[in-house]
């Protein structure tokens, strides 16, 4: 059973940066396409970031483009988001996700979701 965990949310003020990472358990990770997702208070949960099993593709939702950068270090089994120049919309709970076939950009192709963890941005 392939298990993500989140770490290195909390609270930043905007501008701020943070980097959020995932760690994997249970299976060859390089086996995986991973993500990540974010959701806010009353809002559908929402594709972030993704990168290929090869690592060699990655893209970014629109609206992270030059803020956010996905990447993943096979040898530790981690995937990480490097966000930047974080503003208060940002706030939400960022989900780590993974696939096992296809890609990760949509939730319905994510076979394995990661708790969660809280990232919020002041004003």
């Known amino acids: 059973q392939v298990q993500p965990v989140e770490f290195g949310g909390g609270l930043v003020q905007a501008g701020g940066s943070l980097r959020l990472s995932c760690a994997v358990s249970?299976?060859?990770?390089?086996?995986?396409?991973m993500g990540w997702f974010r959701q806010a208070p009353g809002k559908e949960r929402e594709f972030v970031a993704g990168?290929?099993?090869?690592?060699?593709?990655?893209y970014v939702a629109d609206s992270m483009k030059g803020r956010f950068t996905i990447s993943r270090d096979d040898a530790k089994n981690t995937v990480s988001l490097q966000m930047n120049n974080l503003k208060p919309e940002d706030t939400a709970v960022y989900y780590c996700?993974?696939?096992?076939?296809?890609?990760?950009?949509?939730?319905?192709?994510?076979?394995?979701w990661g708790q969660g963890t809280q990232v919020t941005v002041s004003s």
């Open positions: 990168i290929s099993r090869s690592g060699s593709s990655t």
């Open positions: 996700g993974a696939a096992s076939t296809g890609w990760v950009g949509a939730k319905s192709q994510i076979d394995y």
């Open positions: 249970g299976r060859t990770f390089r086996s995986l396409s």
